[in-house]
């Protein structure tokens, strides 16, 4: 199998582009420093005494304790007549920010990533050749493991707080998303078609003949119950990593949905709110994909598309989502970075006084977080799309609306046995070797990995990435419809 050529250049160019360039052109930085976001700057003491008509110069009152001399901390009434100032973010700003060097590399990694599939896609569906390894896949495999250990991180932060509310609510959020995998997973593929049981089953037969040609005997390489536990338990860490991610977007869109009067934007925010949900409700048979394949015209079923067609309109549906998605981030960074006006504003309405180094923490930390929140909006995003790039890729599906009957760029080449579902043909038996040393150990390593592809194939790729791309949806859109009624029922009682 060749992997010297076009796709190990363009890695190649990529590497160097992500090394040289991207540090000085970086595109994390221009979504945040474009001049479209403006943050709110802290009052300094000077302005607060000013305020509150209090001189520099005046004595602050004293009190013995134990013999020591202690001085109250400088305070201001809570109803103070204070206006913020506003600043439109800097390069120089976002060193300051916390997280912000996670945050540059996963949205540069992620764009040279997608940027290196584009490309390969392009050079499959030009020159379509046959028997090399699609290296994109691999790029996609680090986007989500860069993802994964971000959302890791942000979760351990949570974790690390001295108040157990935030850890409390993780580990209760990842036992509710275990059982409700548990209960997906029992689902029949009559309502939820992800492929699943179609692709296991596949794997488990093509195992089975690959360790007999291998002269191993075996029962197979997993059961199923086991199979669909470790799926559980892994849909129970997703979703215990997209809880805060997803209480954080309800937030958001509430505030974004205050600050905005145009009401085309209003209606975007709206439609990017319920992405989650269109994408969910993609895959359930019933609703979706049995009405537009058999569909009754005058007493006659008059199927709209073809299955293959359907599944192509899925996946850019959801690519056209996670692109709104992009498009509004704007938006909803700007709605936070308004929680400190909004802070101050409550303040006012507030009797007593406070001091001024907890008015300035107060200001000044929604402005330090900004990055965590904004991979808390990113990370989903990056992860859903990549699991969506890999479904196609993997799975092999087309990006053609009208996708011909021939193989298509895959991994490895898809057998019609595949397609169909029937068990793969287990590797030909290998002619004797007349060779001896080095060259009879590459041979027996190429059958042997010629015999895994036939393991590994695009039906169980297909159940597996569709499984997990509408998990990830669906886990999305729990947590922030929690958020939404949070922000908008309790916290208003």
């Known amino acids: 199998m060749g992997v010297i050529g076009v796709q190990l250049v363009v890695t190649m160019v990529m590497a160097s582009v992500i090394q040289k360039i991207i540090p000085h052109y970086s595109f994390a930085r221009w979504l945040l420093c474009s001049g479209s976001l403006q943050w709110y700057q802290h009052p300094t003491e000077d302005e607060l005494r000013s305020l509150a008509g209090k001189q520099k110069g005046q004595k602050k009152k004293d009190r013995k304790h134990n013999g020591h001399i202690e001085n109250k901390p400088l305070t201001v009434p809570k109803d103070i007549d204070?206006?913020?100032?506003?600043?439109?973010?800097?390069?120089?700003?976002?060193l300051a920010l916390h997280y912000f060097p996670e945050f540059q590399w996963l949205v540069d990694f992620t764009v040279a990533a997608t940027v290196v599939y584009l490309i390969t896609e392009l050079y499959y569906s030009m020159a379509?050749?046959?028997?090399?390894?699609?290296?994109?896949?691999?790029?996609?495999?680090?986007?989500?493991?860069f993802v994964l250990k971000t959302l890791f991180s942000l979760t351990a932060h949570y974790f690390k707080l001295e108040?157990?509310?935030?850890?409390?609510?993780?580990?209760?959020?990842?036992?509710?998303?275990?059982?409700?995998?548990?209960?997906?997973?029992?689902?029949?593929?009559n309502y939820l078609e992800f492929g699943l049981e179609t692709g296991f089953a596949n794997f488990s037969d093509s195992a089975l003949q690959f360790l007999?040609?291998?002269?191993?005997?075996?029962?197979?390489?997993?059961?199923?119950?086991?199979f669909k536990l470790i799926l559980a338990l892994l849909c129970s860490l997703i979703g215990a990593f997209l809880t805060f991610p997803g209480l954080r977007l309800a937030q958001m869109h509430l505030d974004a949905l205050n600050?905005?009067?145009?009401?085309?934007?209003?209606?975007?925010?709206?439609?990017?709110?319920?992405?989650?949900?269109?994408?969910?409700l993609l895959w359930v048979k019933p609703i979706t994909k049995d009405y537009l394949m058999n569909t009754t015209l005058e007493k006659e079923n008059v199927p709209l598309m073809t299955e293959d067609t359907y599944d192509t309109l899925r996946l850019w549906a959801i690519i056209l989502m996670c692109m709104l998605r992009l498009v509004l981030m704007r938006h909803h960074l700007q709605a936070y970075l308004n929680l400190a006006q909004k802070g101050v504003d409550q303040m006012k309405?507030?009797?007593?006084?406070?001091?001024?180094?907890?008015?300035?923490?107060?200001?000044?930390?929604?402005?330090?977080?900004?990055?965590?929140?904004?991979?808390?909006?990113?990370?989903?995003?990056?992860?859903?799309?990549?699991?969506?790039?890999?479904?196609?890729t993997l799975g092999g599906h087309s990006w053609g609306v009208y996708p011909e009957e021939e193989a298509l760029p895959c991994l490895y080449e898809v057998h019609s046995d595949y397609v169909n579902g029937a068990a793969p043909i287990a590797a030909p038996a290998p002619a004797p070797l007349v060779e001896s040393g080095a060259r009879a150990s590459v041979a027996q390593l190429s059958v042997a990995l010629g015999g895994l592809r036939t393991v590994f194939s695009p039906l169980l790729f297909r159940g597996l990435f569709s499984f997990f791309t509408w998990w990830i949806a669906a886990c999305l859109f729990s947590t922030s419809l929690f958020g939404l009624f949070y922000h908008q029922y309790l916290m208003a009682a």
Not at 212 to 226: A, F, N, R, V, Y
Not at 259 to 280: E, R, W, Y
Not at 379 to 388: I, K
């Open 349 to 392: 309405r507030e009797a007593g006084r406070i001091s001024t180094v907890d008015l300035q923490k107060m200001v000044a930390r929604v402005f330090y977080y900004l990055c965590v929140i904004a991979l808390q909006y990113v990370a989903p995003l990056v992860m859903l799309l990549h699991t969506t790039l890999l479904l196609k």
């Open 259 to 280: 600050l905005t009067t145009d009401k085309f934007t209003q209606t975007l925010l709206h439609i990017n709110f319920l992405s989650p949900l269109i994408m969910v």
């Open 128 to 145: 379509q050749p046959s028997g090399e390894m699609n290296i994109s896949v691999v790029w996609c495999l680090l986007v989500i493991a």
């Open 212 to 226: 007999e040609h291998q002269g191993l005997d075996s029962q197979g390489p997993i059961s199923k119950l086991t």
């Open 82 to 94: 204070l206006q913020l100032e506003t600043k439109y973010i800097a390069e120089v700003d976002t």
């Open 163 to 189: 108040e157990g509310g935030e850890r409390s609510l993780c580990i209760t959020f990842a036992f509710f998303f275990f059982v409700k995998a548990m209960a997906i997973l029992i689902v029949t593929e």
